[in-house]
């Protein structure tokens, strides 16, 4: 990567360019006609396909020198390399973790197995997110054959949309790999399953894999359910009737979507619950709903004796949940509770969106880090592992009792880590967050312990 005079870019002249362009966005937009605005967003599309091709090759060229550096072992927990590696890169790229692992992946295969793609990533026929896509469907293919779809492709990947590229992909990988394909093809009949996610409007959504055969029966079987009720003068709406009918028949309850009978931990203001306060509630693991929604749900499954309430107190002042200690060397009962409730269920590191899965000690117990709410905080499996990585700290920021929970910590490559657990229903809600220029700042200096 060079400049015009032959002279190889630096980090600074990198972030010299992106404030000149930050700069300059009220320069950018009101001169000159349409046609020529035209030509200035093509040229701008250009410079962020060639600024994702040059992200690529450097993602793995750091890949691959912090791989070959000389880390001494952390103790029984020490994580594979990889996961440290793209948790830095996830933080140098504003991504998850598992998005920093995905990048180092895809933009390793770009370069090595894939160069005319990546090629023409760099001239801006491309986007990223179509690149990365082209290296993601190969994924199942042998390195030779990679280089041969790559070839197949490479003249007809400029003007393809997402639906027209992924056919595209998808024919060349059937017509160079017959054999991996039906293996593929197989491998995924075999790994059927059910997954959901909430959605940000008070519902979620389920989703199955399943083979085709199976996937038209219970297709068919939920039409001929909306086609019956239909008949019946049911005044449902069609996708009504399917979704009803697919969550009865799942739970072998006809009421199951009248009243839920599963413990759910509702944290809610009592203004909003008792009164007529209008902070949202926040359901453990779903996230924030609706106040007026939350009321009728409780008073909903109050009637129906399915509800249970419980108290949780939080200080006035920030809505931070009172802290708890333990002698214990593990977080148990009510305390890990109380941290996945201050956490609101999602892990702490910034970035990460997967749900707790540890609940771990901010400061090791190894390092005399006590097990107390304080010293507690709620992480996904990948992200415990990977804080163990030789080079890596955290500690407590501030751990009073009426502040919201803080962390702060460094990477083995100095990327700095800040993290403050969410405000609870019913006080002020936003974070503090830090300016590009103070991150780079602090990572420019080596932090001791």
């Avoid at 090595?112 to 023409?120: E, G, K, S, V």
Wanted: proline share 5%.
């Amino acid at each position: 990567m060079a400049q015009a005079g032959g002279q190889a870019w630096q980090a600074d002249d990198l972030h010299a360019l992106a404030d000149l362009l930050a700069d300059s966005l009220v320069a950018l937009a009101p001169a000159g006609g349409g046609a020529d605005l035209l030509d200035r967003l093509e040229a701008l599309e250009r410079i962020k396909s060639a600024a994702a091709a040059a992200q690529a090759v450097v993602t793995t060229t750091f890949a691959e020198d912090a791989a070959t550096e000389d880390v001494p072992a952390a103790g029984r927990r020490t994580p594979p390399r990889a996961m440290s590696i793209g948790a830095e890169v996830a933080l140098a790229t504003l991504a998850s973790p598992h998005a920093g692992e995905q990048r180092v992946l895809l933009s390793r295969r770009l370069r090595d197995d894939l160069p005319l793609t990546l090629a023409a990533l760099g001239r801006g026929e491309l986007t990223e997110d179509r690149a990365f896509m082209i290296a993601r469907e190969v994924a199942h293919l042998a390195p030779e054959q990679r280089a041969r779809v790559d070839d197949d492709l490479a003249p007809r990947l400029a003007g393809l949309g997402d639906a027209r590229l992924r056919q595209a992909v998808r024919r060349s990988c059937l017509t160079v790999a017959a054999e991996a394909e039906a293996r593929r093809h197989a491998r995924a009949r075999a790994e059927r399953r059910v997954t959901s996610r909430r959605l940000d409007d008070g519902t979620g959504q389920l989703t199955a894999t399943l083979p085709l055969e199976v996937l038209s029966a219970v297709r068919a079987a939920l039409d001929d359910a909306a086609a019956t009720a239909r008949a019946q003068g049911d005044q449902r709406t069609a996708g009504q009737v399917r979704a009803d009918t697919l969550a009865a028949r799942i739970t072998g309850d006809e009421t199951v979507t009248d009243a839920v009978p599963v413990r759910v931990n509702l944290v809610i203001g009592v203004e909003s619950l008792l009164g007529d306060g209008t902070e949202p509630g926040l359901v453990q693991g779903e996230g924030f709903l609706p106040a007026e929604l939350c009321t009728a749900w409780v008073r909903r499954a109050s009637h129906a004796a399915k509800a249970a309430l419980r108290r949780l107190f939080a200080s006035p002042e920030d809505r931070a949940l009172v802290a708890m200690e333990s002698t214990s060397r593990r977080f148990e009962g009510l305390l890990a509770e109380l941290i996945h409730l201050r956490d609101g269920g999602t892990c702490r590191t910034p970035g990460c969106n997967a749900a707790i899965r540890h609940h771990d000690h901010v400061v090791p117990a190894a390092a005399d880090g006590r097990t107390e709410a304080s010293n507690g905080q709620g992480l996904c499996e990948r992200c415990n592992y990977v804080k163990e990585s030789p080079g890596w700290a955290s500690w407590v920021a501030d751990p009073g009792q009426t502040s919201r929970h803080e962390v702060h910590g460094v990477t083995e490559h100095l990327r700095i880590i800040r993290s403050t657990s969410p405000p609870l229903p019913g006080g002020p809600a936003g974070e503090v967050t830090w300016s590009p220029a103070e991150l780079r700042l602090a990572s420019s200096f080596t932090l001791a312990s």
